[in-house]
């Protein structure tokens, strides 16, 4: 007879515990939410309108100008000094020197409709709304007493709910831990023992508190004496430690003794993104000193006494009220900082300063695996509560996703359920409560008929039991030995086992290292039971490999930089390279979760550029069809009136698209008799650059002689000369062979020299650049789409009189709009600057140039491709025939 425990997990249990879920988010008081409520409501009671809050502007002025017109009295024009929406400035209120000039406060500022970019601010778009009256309400308003009255009651009905989601959150970390590798087999054990477990009987025991039992000790993460609101550390008997950060991609991490562990955290000092991940686990008055540390020492905290999560709600809610005491009972400018803090965690990018600002509520309920990145960005970026509450509720509901497929590993953590082999049953029986085994992530994974040489090395050294199986999850089909690892059999070979979360599949490791990376070989279970070693896809791109889709996207010097970056073992190296790959390929992008295969001393392939945010770029990009027109029709008018070219009479002779002049010279640039700008190569170039470039970029044979037209245009240019009064901007986007990507990994810095190999365009309108830079795809057609950008979008900037080789060639051109001007090959540029710019809906690469002289030494960087240029190599493209033409251009 067959005997089976089968463990009680249901789908029951889960539905209840994802109703935790739901009401737990739904009831999350929501600053924000609660800040644009009562906005609404002081607004209608004191205009009578039903307004939006988040549009309704306050912008403070230096000037005024008196109007009968108006409902304050006052009109302004330009740029006011101050703008805040009506949100922020009930989050911030007014100035404290406000409160004793209240009259002088209606002359200078008011209530709009429009934002500060808006230029004139008057009837047609006030509020009739007067700011002392605003002032008053905001004294009045007891906003601080209602939100503690919500905080209090939340946490009176709903302690219990955070203690069971975050007992979740923290089991289902541990379950991806595991399988990831940062988890060896015993930490597993210490973080089960940490709640009171042996083992994971049901769902059920999620909801249930328990102490840590005697064989572990449970203590705050404390540094430089300041105690951890949400780190903890996991201490066993032999001093292995294990570290539990929520919010992270990998929430656990397991270290041999506290001197390994003090040595990991002093490497997260190392990158700024990381050292903000680590301070965000603390309360907020210590972190200002922490992120400027560069040592952080471990220190002893208190042991946890009673149910972990009993303690960590009690400190989620006394860091709740803490905030509330800072953030409602003043509107001095010292709290000001710590409610932009905290609220733009609510309605900013989700970046690690916004996650600084996240509660620890929050975090400890599911924002710490790395599957709920999308939900969490949501939580933080969604610009309504339902948004904000949907993606609280994902993330729980992820987490209780992760923790349902894992209960098998966590049920069998010490004491796997023993079943009694019948006299029949060959291979053994496996109840089955779960659905089998993912599929591994990819293309097609195909077996490998022969295993013997692949696995040689890899056999488990242990007699094979069939006595304590894995039922659920990941690996289901593996069974539990003696040393406590999970193992399977192979061709009557016993390997031990690790399921990786990375490529989603089961892997053979070497004996007692199943968190080695090295020499991990994939396998899966046929329906028959039979284990099969699988051979790692290509994922090939048609006929493409990995390194062929990288130089294709990074030429040169670039994709090898890249690939250098990492270490990959050699088991895996096919398949991590192409992930590599793909994913450069669509999202122009490298994963996260290759970061772990870095070689040591890089941080990450390509470092975080500086970032920056832009009002001028703010203006430039949104589609503005009628402004982009009036830019370009002035920025025309300015290029006629510098462009000094022989005009005709109306008895000029002109044949064909040259005249002769009175002495016979032939001259092909000029104006004729009605005004028209002629030049048949710029035409031509402006027309069809490719018929130039063609040849200068890929060394392209064309019928006729490349050589002659470029020759002919650079002589053509060089009669209407150069001009350096305006800024000039150059956009390149992926598809279009220009790419920002080799500046924003890294390899091309500030002080690095570009040199054009091509006749290379610039536009004096920066609305032209944005079309170039994104999905608009350099089609005027386009401009009143809204542009998409990714991280292959460069926009180049060179201010005015930083140039001095740029042809201004609008007026000759069939697109005059465009108002560009070009460089011949052989300009020279120094990087000036270089930052990712982002704003609403745009981010891409500034590169800030400015002309330089041929330098006598060091290296020169092509700049469409940014590979080191070569003067040699090049004219082998171009072939022997195009000596002359190099050495114009590049002279020696």
Same mark, same amino acid.
């Given at each position: +007879?067959?005997? /089976?425990?089968?463990?009680?997990?249901? @789908?029951?249990?889960?539905?209840? *515990?994802? /109703?935790?879920?739901?009401?737990?988010?739904?009831?999350?008081?929501?600053?924000?939410?609660?800040?644009? =409520?009562?906005?609404?409501?002081?607004?209608?009671?004191?205009?009578?309108?039903?307004?939006?809050?988040?549009?309704?502007?306050?912008?403070?002025?230096?000037?005024?100008?008196? &109007?009968?017109?108006?409902? &304050? %009295?006052? @009109?302004?024009?330009? $740029?006011?000094?101050?703008?805040?929406?009506?949100?922020?400035?009930? +989050?911030?209120?007014?100035?404290? $020197?406000?409160?004793?000039?209240?009259?002088?406060?209606?002359?200078?500022?008011?209530?709009?409709?429009?934002?500060?970019? @808006?230029?004139?601010?008057?009837?047609?778009?006030?509020?009739r709304l007067l700011p002392q009256v605003v002032m008053k309400a905001f004294w009045d308003l007891d906003f601080a007493a209602s939100y503690r009255a919500a905080l209090d009651g939340f946490w009176n009905s709903h302690s219990n709910d955070f203690q069971t989601l975050a007992r979740a959150a923290y089991l289902a970390s541990a379950a991806e831990a595991y399988g990831f590798g940062a988890l060896t087999y015993s930490d597993l054990r210490s973080v089960l023992r940490a709640i009171g477990r042996e083992k994971l009987e049901s769902l059920a025991q999620v909801a249930q508190p328990a102490p840590a039992m005697a064989s572990v000790t449970v203590q705050p993460l404390v540094l430089d004496g300041v105690q951890s609101l949400d780190g903890l550390r996991i201490i066993a008997e032999d001093g292995r430690e294990v570290l539990y950060l929520p919010g992270g991609r990998l929430a656990f991490q397991g270290f041999a003794n506290e001197r390994v562990l003090q040595s990991w955290l002093q490497s997260r000092l190392a990158r700024d993104d990381w050292r903000a991940a680590l301070i965000a686990h603390f309360a907020r008055e210590h972190r200002q000193r922490m992120s400027r540390e560069q040592?952080?020492?471990?220190?002893?905290?208190?042991?946890?006494?009673?149910?972990?999560?009993?303690?960590?709600?009690?400190?989620?809610?006394?860091? +709740?009220? $803490?905030?509330?005491?800072?953030?409602?009972?003043?509107?001095?400018?010292? =709290? #000001? =900082?710590?409610?932009? %803090?905290?609220?733009?965690?609510?309605?900013?990018?989700?970046?690690?300063?916004?996650?600084?600002?996240?509660?620890?509520?929050?975090?400890?309920?599911? @924002?710490? *695996?790395?599957?709920?990145?999308?939900?969490?960005?949501?939580?933080?970026?969604? /610009?309504?509560?339902?948004? $904000? #509450?949907?993606?609280?509720?994902?993330?729980?509901?992820?987490?209780? %996703?992760?923790?349902?497929n894992a209960a098998g590993l966590l049920g069998v953590a010490e004491a796997p359920v023993e079943i009694e082999l019948g006299n029949n049953s060959g291979a053994g029986h496996l109840v089955e409560v779960l659905p089998s085994s993912p599929e591994p992530a990819g293309k097609t994974w195909s077996p490998i008929p022969d295993t013997f040489e692949q696995l040689k090395g890899l056999e488990a050294n242990v007699m094979f039991s069939r006595k304590r199986p894995i039922l659920s999850g990941a690996l289901r089909g593996a069974f539990l030995q003696s040393d406590g690892n999970p193992h399977i059999q192979l061709d009557n070979e016993t390997y031990q086992v690790r399921y990786n979360s990375a490529l989603n599949v089961v892997e053979i490791v070497p004996p007692g290292r199943p968190y080695d990376f090295f020499g991990a070989r994939p396998v899966r279970q046929l329906e028959s039971g039979r284990w099969v070693l699988l051979q790692r896809p290509l994922l090939r791109g048609g006929d493409e490999t990995a390194e062929e889709i990288i130089e294709q996207l990074l030429p040169g010097e670039g994709g090898r930089f890249v690939l250098g970056a990492y270490e990959f073992p050699s088991a895996q190296a096919d398949t991590l390279k192409m992930l590599l790959a793909t994913t450069l390929r669509s999202d122009a992008r490298c994963p996260e979760a290759l970061d772990i295969y870095l070689r040591p001393g890089r941080l990450h392939p390509f470092p975080q550029p500086q970032q920056a945010t832009s009002e001028f770029w703010n203006r430039y990009i949104p589609p503005d069809v009628e402004g982009q027109k009036a830019y370009a029709q002035e920025a025309l008018a300015r290029q006629k009136r510098v462009v000094e070219v022989q005009r005709l009479s109306p008895d000029a002779e002109v044949i064909d698209d040259y005249y002769l002049d009175m002495d016979g010279r032939e001259h092909r640039v000029f104006i004729d008799a009605q005004g028209e700008y002629k030049s048949q190569s710029i035409l031509h170039y402006t027309d069809y650059d490719e018929d130039f470039n063609g040849f200068l970029r890929r060394g392209t044979q064309q019928p006729d002689d490349p050589l002659k037209r470029i020759l002919d245009l650079a002589e053509e240019l060089e009669v209407i000369g150069t001009n350096d009064e305006v800024a000039l901007y150059r956009g390149g986007f992926g598809s279009r062979g220009t790419s920002g990507m080799a500046f924003r990994s890294g390899r091309l810095q500030v002080g690095n020299v570009l040199v054009n190999s091509d006749i290379t365009s610039f536009s004096e309108s920066p609305y032209v650049a944005r079309r170039f830079a994104s999905s608009q795809g350099g089609d005027a057609a386009n401009d009143s789409l809204a542009p998409e950008f990714d991280n292959t979008s460069v926009i180049f900037r060179i201010d005015a009189e930083q140039s001095f080789s740029a042809y201004p060639v609008a007026p000759f051109s069939r697109t005059p709009l465009e108002v560009e001007s070009v460089f011949l090959p052989g300009c020279y540029f120094k990087i000036s600057s270089l930052k990712e710019v982002s704003g609403p809906q745009y981010r891409f690469m500034e590169v800030g140039l400015e002309e330089v002289s041929r330098p006598q030494a060091g290296n020169v960087f092509d700049l469409r491709t940014g590979n080191l240029f070569n003067r040699e190599q090049y004219l082998e493209m171009l072939g022997a025939n195009a000596r002359d033409l190099v050495d114009k251009f590049f002279p020696l």
């Open positions: +007879m067959t005997q /089976a425990h089968i463990r009680t997990t249901t @789908a029951t249990e889960r539905d209840e *515990l994802e /109703a935790v879920g739901q009401r737990f988010a739904q009831a999350y008081p929501d600053i924000h939410e609660q800040l644009v =409520r009562v906005g609404s409501e002081l607004l209608h009671q004191h205009t009578g309108q039903v307004l939006d809050p988040q549009q309704v502007y306050w912008h403070r002025f230096t000037d005024a100008l008196s &109007s009968s017109r108006t409902y &304050s %009295g006052w @009109a302004h024009v330009g $740029r006011p000094e101050e703008s805040l929406t009506f949100v922020q400035l009930l +989050m911030q209120r007014f100035r404290d $020197r406000d409160q004793d000039n209240a009259d002088e406060l209606q002359v200078y500022g008011g209530f709009y409709l429009a934002d500060a970019n @808006a230029g004139f601010f008057d009837e047609r778009n006030e509020v040592t952080l020492n471990v220190g002893a905290g208190e042991a946890v006494v009673g149910d972990l999560f009993v303690a960590l709600s009690q400190t989620a809610r006394a860091e +709740m009220e $803490r905030d509330s005491q800072l953030l409602l009972t003043s509107n001095a400018q010292l =709290r #000001k =900082r710590l409610w932009i %803090g905290y609220l733009d965690a609510f309605i900013s990018l989700a970046s690690a300063t916004a996650l600084l600002s996240w509660p620890i509520a929050l975090i400890a309920v599911g @924002a710490g *695996l790395a599957n709920v990145g999308l939900n969490i960005d949501q939580a933080i970026t969604g /610009a309504t509560s339902e948004q $904000r #509450k949907a993606g609280v509720v994902g993330a729980a509901l992820n987490s209780i %996703g992760v923790l349902f």
